[in-house]
C-alpha cells in the first residue's frame, strides 16, 4: 500500500469530523468528508483538490451504500474508515423516552455498523483497511446521566472487539478510539438533547448535572486537532493499537476501570471457582 491512502470520514461537517479530516488532508491523504449536508462539510473543511464531500445520513443503510459508490468512482479504493457520526441524549434513564434511546442507538452504534458493512466489500477484495472507531470512556466505564449513550457506546465496544477477529484474516484492522472531554460541539445545543425533567426524585441532581456540563461546553481541556494528528499517526502504523485512550482523563478512567474489574475478580474468588459441575 502506498503512504498515500484514501480516508472515509463520517460526521465530518463539525466537531472532530473537520479536525480528522483536515489532519488527514494535511498528511497527504484522500478524504472522503461525508455529512448530512455536503455543501457545509465542505464549507467547513475548505476545498482541497484530494477532498470529496458526500452526502451521508449514518442512519439510512442506503446513503452508506451511496457514499462508498461514490468513494470507489472519486477514489477506487478505501483505506481508512473512521465511525465517527455522533450526538448524546443526556438524562436520567426514566426520564428518557424510548425514542430518544432509540435514537441514540441508531446513530451511535447501528449507524456504524451500516457504514461498516458497506465499507467491508471494498477492504476485503483489498485485503487491507484499517476500521477506526471513535468510541467514549463512557464505553468504557458507564456514569449518571449517561445511560443512553453509554449503552450505545458499551455496544460499539463488544461490536468492534468482536469483528476484529472476523476481519483480521483479511488483511483489515480495527481501532476504537476512547476521548474523554474534548472542546468539540459534543456539548452543545446542536448536539447534546437533555431529558425533560418530569420525576421529582431525579429533580435536584438533574438541575446541578445541566449545569455542570453545559458550564463545561467549549472549556474541555482537550485539543481535537491534537487528537486528530494523533489519530492520522496512529493509522499509519503497521499495527494499529486496538484500543487508545485520548487524552490524560481517558488514561485515568481506564486505569480506575482495570482496577476495579481485578477488584470484583477477587472478591468472590473462591464462590466463583467453585460453580463447576461435581464430577
Same mark, same amino acid.
Given at each position: 500500500?502506498?503512504?498515500?491512502?484514501?480516508?472515509?470520514? =463520517?460526521?465530518?461537517?463539525?466537531?472532530?469530523?473537520?479536525?480528522?479530516?483536515?489532519?488527514?488532508?494535511?498528511?497527504?491523504?484522500?478524504?472522503?468528508?461525508?455529512?448530512?449536508?455536503?455543501?457545509?462539510?465542505?464549507?467547513?473543511?475548505?476545498?482541497?483538490?484530494?477532498?470529496?464531500a458526500?452526502?451521508?445520513?449514518?442512519?439510512?443503510?442506503? /446513503?452508506?451504500?451511496?457514499?462508498?459508490?461514490?468513494?470507489?468512482?472519486?477514489?477506487?479504493r478505501?483505506?481508512?474508515?473512521?465511525?465517527?457520526?455522533?450526538?448524546?441524549?443526556?438524562?436520567?434513564?426514566?426520564?428518557?423516552?424510548?425514542?430518544?434511546?432509540?435514537?441514540?442507538?441508531?446513530?451511535?452504534?447501528?449507524?456504524?455498523?451500516?457504514?461498516?458493512?458497506a465499507a467491508?466489500?471494498?477492504?476485503?477484495?483489498?485485503?487491507?483497511?484499517?476500521?477506526? =472507531?471513535?468510541?467514549?470512556?463512557?464505553?468504557?466505564?458507564?456514569?449518571?446521566?449517561?445511560?443512553?449513550?453509554?449503552?450505545?457506546?458499551?455496544?460499539?465496544?463488544?461490536?468492534?472487539?468482536?469483528?476484529?477477529?472476523?476481519? &483480521?484474516?483479511?488483511?483489515?484492522?480495527?481501532?476504537? !478510539?476512547?476521548?474523554?472531554?474534548?472542546?468539540t460541539?459534543?456539548?452543545t445545543?446542536?448536539?447534546?438533547?437533555? &431529558?425533560?425533567?418530569?420525576?421529582? /426524585?431525579?429533580?435536584?441532581?438533574?438541575?446541578?448535572? !445541566?449545569?455542570?456540563?453545559?458550564?463545561?461546553?467549549?472549556?474541555?481541556?482537550?485539543?481535537?486537532?491534537?487528537?486528530?494528528?494523533?489519530? !492520522?499517526?496512529?493509522?499509519?502504523?503497521?499495527?494499529?493499537?486496538?484500543?487508545?485512550?485520548?487524552?490524560?482523563?481517558?488514561?485515568?478512567?481506564?486505569?480506575?476501570? &482495570?482496577?476495579?474489574?481485578?477488584?470484583?475478580?477477587n472478591?468472590?474468588? /473462591?464462590?466463583?471457582?467453585s460453580?463447576?459441575?461435581?464430577?
Amino acid at each position: 500500500m502506498s503512504t498515500r491512502k484514501v480516508w472515509f470520514v =463520517t460526521g465530518a461537517g463539525r466537531g472532530l469530523g473537520v479536525d480528522i479530516a483536515k489532519a488527514a488532508l494535511a498528511a497527504g491523504h484522500a478524504v472522503v468528508a461525508a455529512g448530512r449536508d455536503p455543501r457545509k462539510v465542505e464549507a467547513a473543511i475548505g476545498r482541497h483538490e484530494n477532498l470529496l464531500a458526500t452526502r451521508l445520513d449514518v442512519t439510512r443503510a442506503a /446513503d452508506a451504500m451511496a457514499a462508498v459508490e461514490a468513494t470507489l468512482q472519486r477514489f477506487g479504493r478505501i483505506d481508512v474508515l473512521v465511525n465517527n457520526a455522533g450526538n448524546f441524549f443526556a438524562g436520567f434513564f426514566e426520564e428518557l423516552s424510548d425514542e430518544q434511546v432509540r435514537s441514540q442507538m441508531e446513530t451511535l452504534l447501528f449507524g456504524p455498523m451500516n457504514v461498516t458493512r458497506a465499507a467491508l466489500p471494498v477492504m476485503r477484495q483489498q485485503r487491507s483497511g484499517l476500521l477506526l =472507531t471513535i468510541s467514549s470512556t463512557a464505553g468504557i466505564a458507564g456514569g449518571m446521566f449517561c445511560s443512553a449513550y453509554a449503552a450505545a457506546k458499551f455496544g460499539l465496544e463488544g461490536w468492534t472487539e468482536s469483528l476484529a477477529p472476523e476481519v &483480521a484474516p483479511l488483511g483489515i484492522r480495527t481501532m476504537l !478510539v476512547e476521548p474523554g472531554f474534548f472542546r468539540t460541539e459534543l456539548l452543545t445545543t446542536g448536539s447534546t438533547v437533555f &431529558a425533560q425533567p418530569s420525576i421529582d /426524585d431525579y429533580a435536584e441532581r438533574s438541575r446541578e448535572t !445541566v449545569a455542570a456540563w453545559s458550564g463545561m461546553s467549549g472549556k474541555q481541556g482537550g485539543d481535537p486537532a491534537k487528537l486528530a494528528r494523533s489519530l !492520522v499517526q496512529l493509522a499509519s502504523l503497521p499495527e494499529p493499537p486496538a484500543r487508545f485512550a485520548a487524552g490524560g482523563d481517558a488514561v485515568q478512567s481506564f486505569e480506575a476501570k &482495570a482496577h476495579s474489574l481485578l477488584a470484583q475478580a477477587n472478591a468472590h474468588r /473462591d464462590l466463583s471457582n467453585s460453580l463447576a459441575i461435581d464430577d
